[in-house]
């Protein structure tokens, strides 16, 4: 897998959107970029994954650049409940290509 | 059910005991993982399953660890003589396997917290 580099921590404001940077420099063609989150003292969820077209769902959206070298995961309305671990994980679409957790980005939700 | 399903959510055993943790993954899908995490790290990979066969036990720490898979769904973790080290959250995870054009998600268990006193 690729490597992905994240900020190790940052805060955000309720109500107010979050952009959520990651860095896969060397990603190749055939490796999606991955998404996930963990909540204290749960397992981690799954928010969006992509290719290469941007994508949104109903939790966040995914904006990918067009050299696909990194990417921004945009949270619209950041709630306290958002507060987590998030994870940027790249990885080849077979299920032999297990996800492979970095540290991560700690998000703080303040009021 | 509709999500990754692990039993039991928390068990507390002596040093020395043996444990088993279960994992029933969500209905049709083929691949299953476990990981662990410990107080304060990171999640790591220990072993996946395709179907009944496990083509990846890379990250199972020692013998001690063993996996199994039967009728290509409910996974069981086995500890043997468990040690302090072992305390940890173990969770499961499985996806479909249907092909590239899904990006194949893995979707994760709650976990089974295990202390070892």
């Known amino acids: 897998d690729a490597k992905t580099t994240q900020p190790t921590s940052m805060d955000c404001a309720e109500g107010r959107a979050a952009n959520l940077p990651c860095n896969h420099s060397?990603?190749?063609?055939?490796?999606?970029v991955y998404w996930y989150r963990q909540i204290h003292s749960q397992g981690p969820q799954y928010i969006i994954h992509g290719l290469k077209n941007n994508e949104t769902n109903e939790m966040a959206s995914l904006i990918i650049t067009e050299d696909r070298k990194s990417s921004t995961l945009i949270l619209p309305h950041a709630t306290l409940r958002d507060t987590a671990v998030y994870y940027c994980?790249?990885?080849?679409?077979?299920?032999?290509?297990?996800?492979?957790f970095g540290g991560g980005t700690r998000v703080l939700v303040k009021p | 059910g509709a999500g990754v399903s692990q039993s039991p959510s928390n068990k507390v055993t002596e040093k020395g005991k043996d444990v088993e943790l279960r994992c029933d993954p969500i209905?049709?899908?083929?691949?299953l993982y476990w990981y662990r995490q410990s107080l304060g790290q990171g999640l790591e990979f220990l072993i996946y399953f395709q179907g009944n066969s496990a083509p990846d036990k890379s990250g199972l720490p020692s013998d001690r660890f063993s996996a199994e898979r039967t009728g290509g769904s409910v996974s069981t973790l086995t500890i043997q003589r468990t040690q302090q080290e072992d305390s940890a959250v173990y969770l499961c995870?499985?996806?479909?396997?249907?092909?590239?054009?899904?990006?194949?998600?893995?979707?994760f268990g709650e976990g089974s917290w295990l202390t070892v006193v």
């Open positions: 994980i790249v990885r080849v679409a077979h299920s032999r290509d297990k996800l492979t």
């Open positions: 995870a499985s996806s479909l396997d249907s092909g590239a054009q899904s990006g194949n998600t893995i979707y």
């Open positions: 209905s049709g899908h083929t691949a």
């Open positions: 060397t990603i190749s063609g055939n490796e999606y």
